[in-house]
C-alpha cells in the first residue's frame, strides 16, 4: 500500500460541475467558460446553473431570486446570538457557528429530500449576506442595515456592509467577482463538504465544515493574508528585497501558487482586468501599485517553477479597494462558495458512498498501560 500525501492527483468522484485544465488556465461551469459567464451572467443566475445544471428559464429565475430574498431577513434570535459573541470573534469562525444553527428554521430536516436541498440553498444564500454584514455593525456597535431587496445580490451585500449604497459598476464587478468564487472543482473545502454529505448529515453541517476547511491560509484564508504581506512592505522600492527575503526563509508568497494551475489562474485574470478598469476611471490606490510591481518581482522569481498569482492574490486589492475590511474577505469567498459546495452535496447523494479512507499503521504494538507514579 501507498500514501496518496494530499490526495494530490487521486479522483474521489465524477462531477459534472465544473472543469479546470491546469495546464491551459481554463475553468468551465457546466462546460462554459468563466469568461462567457462573467460577461453574460450574475452570480444568482450561476448560482442555479451551478446546482441545477442547466441556466434558469425567466420564470424558474425569478422564482429563485424571490426564494433568495424572502430569506434574507435574520430571526430576532440569530440576531441575539451574534450581539452575544465576544466581538473580537474572527468573521469566519462567527459564520461556521451560525451556518449550522439555521438548520433550526428550515422544516426540510431530511438531507435525502430535495425539499431539504432547495430550502438549504436558499435559505444559506439568503441569511449568510446577512449575517456577515449584521456581524460587522454589531462589533462597530452600529445597527446592522436591512437588505435592500430591489438591490442585486453583490450590491445588497456591499450596501448592508457600510450602510450606503455602491457605486453600480463596482457593484456589479463584485457580483461578478462571486461568480468568479462560486465553484472550484474538488479542493479542499468541497472535498470537506462531500466527506461531511456521505455520513448523511444535513447541507448546514456540510457547509459549515466546509467554511471551516476555506479558512485556513493554503485555502481561501489567503486572501486576508495577501491584504496583511502587501500591507507590510512600506514602499514599492521594498518589494524586491521582500520577496527575496520570503523566498529565501523558504515562506510561501500569499496569493501565489496553485495545486491545480500550472499556469495563470484565469479568475486572477479576470480580477486583474477589473482592477485595471477601475484605475482608469476611479483612479489607482497604494495596495493596487503595490501589487502590480509585487506580481512582476514574484514571477520573475516563481514564474520557472510554474508559481502564478492565484484568484487570493488580486481579489485582495479588490476588495480593498471596495472598503471590504480584511478579515471579511475569506467570508466573501465562502458567500460565493455555499452555491458551489451545496452543487458538489446535492450530486454526491445520487451515488452516496460514505468516504471511509484508510490508513498504514506505524505505530507499535502491545504495549502496556503505566500507572501516572511510574511514567518518565
Ligand atoms: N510561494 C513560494 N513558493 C511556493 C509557493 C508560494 N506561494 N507555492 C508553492 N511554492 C513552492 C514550494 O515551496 C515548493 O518548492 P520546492 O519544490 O522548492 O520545495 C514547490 O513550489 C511546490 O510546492 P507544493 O506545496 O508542493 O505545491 P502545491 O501545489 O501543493 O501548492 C499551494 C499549492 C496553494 C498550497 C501553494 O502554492 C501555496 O502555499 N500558496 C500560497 C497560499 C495561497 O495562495 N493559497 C491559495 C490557493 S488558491
Not at 479546470?20 to 488556465?25: A, F, M, T
Not at 431577513?73 to 441575539?80: D, F, M, T, V, Y
Amino acid at each position: 500500500m501507498k500514501v496518496y500525501s494530499g490526495l494530490a492527483g487521486i479522483p474521489v468522484v465524477r462531477s459534472s460541475i465544473s472543469y479546470i485544465d491546469g495546464q491551459k488556465g481554463i475553468l468551465e461551469y457546466r462546460g462554459i467558460p468563466i469568461q462567457e459567464l462573467v460577461d453574460n451572467s450574475n452570480y444568482l443566475e450561476t448560482a442555479y446553473l451551478l446546482v441545477f445544471g442547466k441556466l434558469p428559464s425567466v420564470q424558474e429565475y425569478e422564482s429563485f431570486v424571490n426564494d433568495i430574498k424572502n430569506n434574507l431577513n435574520l430571526p430576532n434570535s440569530i440576531l441575539q446570538f451574534l450581539k452575544d459573541i465576544p466581538s473580537d470573534t474572527h468573521p469566519m469562525k462567527v459564520l461556521q457557528s451560525i451556518v449550522p444553527v439555521l438548520s433550526a428554521f428550515d422544516e426540510n430536516k431530511d438531507v435525502l429530500d430535495s425539499e431539504h436541498h432547495y430550502s438549504a440553498l436558499v435559505n444559506l444564500l439568503g441569511k449568510v449576506p446577512t449575517i456577515l454584514t449584521a456581524w460587522k455593525m454589531i462589533t462597530e456597535g452600529r445597527k446592522p442595515v436591512e437588505p435592500d431587496q430591489s438591490l442585486s445580490y453583490g450590491e445588497n451585500f456591499l450596501y448592508m456592509l457600510t450602510g450606503e449604497k455602491p457605486e453600480k459598476e463596482l457593484a456589479e464587478m463584485f457580483d461578478k467577482c462571486l461568480i468568479l468564487h462560486a465553484e472550484h472543482t474538488i479542493n479542499a473545502s468541497t472535498f470537506t463538504a462531500i466527506v461531511v454529505v456521505s455520513t448523511l448529515a444535513d447541507f448546514y453541517s456540510c457547509v459549515s465544515s466546509a467554511i471551516g476547511s476555506l479558512s485556513g491560509r493554503l485555502h481561501g484564508g489567503a486572501n486576508e493574508r495577501v491584504y496583511y504581506m502587501l500591507n507590510e512592505i512600506k514602499s514599492v522600492k521594498d518589494i524586491p528585497e521582500y520577496i527575496d527575503k520570503k523566498l529565501e526563509k523558504k515562506e510561501r508568497i500569499m496569493g501565489f501558487g496553485h495545486r491545480v494551475y500550472k499556469t495563470y489562474d484565469p479568475r486572477a485574470k479576470i480580477i486583474k482586468s477589473f482592477l485595471e478598469k477601475i484605475a482608469d476611471k476611479y483612479g489607482s490606490n497604494e495596495l493596487l501599485e503595490k501589487a502590480k510591481v509585487f506580481e512582476e518581482y514574484a514571477l520573475s522569481k516563481l514564474s520557472g517553477k510554474r508559481i502564478y498569482p492565484n484568484i487570493d492574490f488580486y481579489t485582495a486589492v479588490f476588495y480593498n479597494y471596495l472598503g471590504i475590511p480584511p478579515n471579511f474577505y475569506t467570508t466573501v469567498f465562502a458567500m460565493a462558495r455555499t452555491a458551489g459546495w451545496i452543487a458538489h452535496c446535492k450530486e454526491y447523494l445520487k451515488e452516496n458512498k460514505l468516504f471511509r479512507p484508510t490508513q498504514i499503521y506505524d505505530g507499535g504494538h502491545n504495549i502496556h498501560y503505566v500507572p501516572p507514579d511510574r511514567r518518565l
